[in-house]
């Protein structure tokens, strides 16, 4: 069974439809690449698929719940990384952990041993008691991904994980996202990054509120007779 199922997927607000009969899945494991330029329809249909908004109709099941009657079931099952990143800058690196730890429910002891496993991971133990608002950019980014899986979920939800950092940094980034997926940690993720789609094994596009392509990166490429993904969305975008 997929660990996200949509179904006739429809959101309105009044007469606007932001999401007009979606449907898709995607597999455990799976990094999926949700693309879309601004005002497609993108972030509505991640609110639903975290369970912080109720589709006005269709199916939508995530980690095995159905988020119209189980929103809070979902929300315990899945992480999530925004944009603008959502750690503390006046706390320390450790703070920020045994915090949101907290929040996910997870006793001290647990919270002790994934901070050290996730800190291990990306050689920042010896930061551990610095504030986070005196790290770069790039750590934080890494920071607030690992806080994302701290509770280890079935699913995390990535909006636009790597805006404003440099190339080397996101492709390092981008490498803890396979260690997690290979983990068995489902990604989902936008952006707007049209060389970080081809990361992804696959993507969908969305165009008013429609979703207008899915595939492998490699399948869209072919279809589309583009070099790359980017040549893909502006076809797309033109047509």
């Not at 996200?4 to 999401?19: C, D, M, R």
């Not at 690992?146 to 909006?159: G, M, N, Q, R, T």
Request: with cysteine; glycine share 8%; net charge neutral.
């Amino acid at each position: 069974m997929p660990i996200i199922e949509v179904q006739n997927l429809v959101k309105k607000f009044g007469s606007f439809v932001a999401n007009d009969n979606l449907t898709f899945s995607v597999d455990a494991g799976e990094i999926y690449g949700f693309l879309g330029a601004n005002g497609a329809g993108k972030t509505t249909a991640m609110k639903i698929l975290c369970g912080l908004s109720a589709p006005t109709s269709g199916k939508v099941m995530v980690a095995g719940y159905d988020v119209s009657h189980q929103s809070e079931m979902v929300k315990k099952r899945i992480g999530y990384m925004s944009q603008r990143f959502s750690l503390f800058d006046d706390l320390s690196v450790w703070e920020n952990f045994q915090f949101f730890g907290g929040i996910y429910g997870l006793p001290s002891a647990k919270i002790k041993q994934r901070t050290s496993e996730l800190l291990g991971r990306l050689g920042l133990e010896s930061e551990k008691k610095q504030l986070l608002g005196s790290l770069p950019l790039g750590w934080k980014q890494k920071l607030a991904f690992s806080v994302a899986i701290i509770h280890e979920p079935y699913i995390v939800f990535l909006d636009e994980p790597t805006g404003g950092v440099d190339p080397i940094t996101r492709r390092q980034f981008w490498e803890i996202i396979y260690e997690t997926a290979n983990q068995g940690i489902t990604v989902f993720v936008t952006t707007h990054y049209m060389d970080e789609a081809e990361y992804c094994n696959r993507i969908s596009i969305m165009a008013d509120g429609k979703i207008v392509a899915l595939d492998t990166p490699a399948n869209l490429k072919i279809k589309y007779n583009a070099a790359n993904i980017e040549e893909v969305f502006l076809k797309i975008a033109r047509s």
